[in-house]
């Protein structure tokens, strides 16, 4: 059965970090562009951070210099650290992985940035 289960979210304070884990069972995640999609309240999701098979990423504008992606195809699993959160990055926070006409989702983890 394929499955994406992440981790690590919680309540942090503005300026905190918080790292995102993703575990993938059923599928090997090597082959797979992985990404961290994030869906605030009243909001569309949209994409955070993707990784491509050769380890290259991408970010979206508002927080490249802050998170940073990276995946363990070993362990099978994905990460996403974030820096110097802003309450605006307030979300839930979902695993995505993509090939083809595969496209896998998560459950999503509540990350919450308040004071």
């Known amino acids: 059965q394929v499955q994406l289960v992440e981790s690590g979210g919680g309540l942090v304070q503005p300026g905190g970090s918080l790292r995102l884990s993703c575990a993938a069972s059923?599928?090997?995640?090597?082959?797979?562009?992985m990404g961290w999609y994030r869906q605030a309240p009243g909001k569309q999701r949209e994409l955070v951070a993707r990784?491509?098979?050769?380890?290259?990423?991408n970010y979206a504008d508002s927080v490249k210099g802050r998170f940073s992606i990276s995946r363990d195809n070993a362990k099978n699993t994905v990460a996403l650290q974030m820096n110097s959160l802003k309450p605006e990055d307030t979300a839930v926070y979902y695993c995505?992985?993509?090939?083809?006409?595969?496209?896998?989702w998560g459950k999503g983890t509540l990350v919450t940035v308040s004071s």
């Open positions: 995505n992985a993509l090939l083809n006409g595969n496209d896998y």
């Open positions: 059923g599928f090997r995640l090597s082959s797979y562009v």
């Open positions: 990784v491509f098979t050769g380890g290259f990423p």
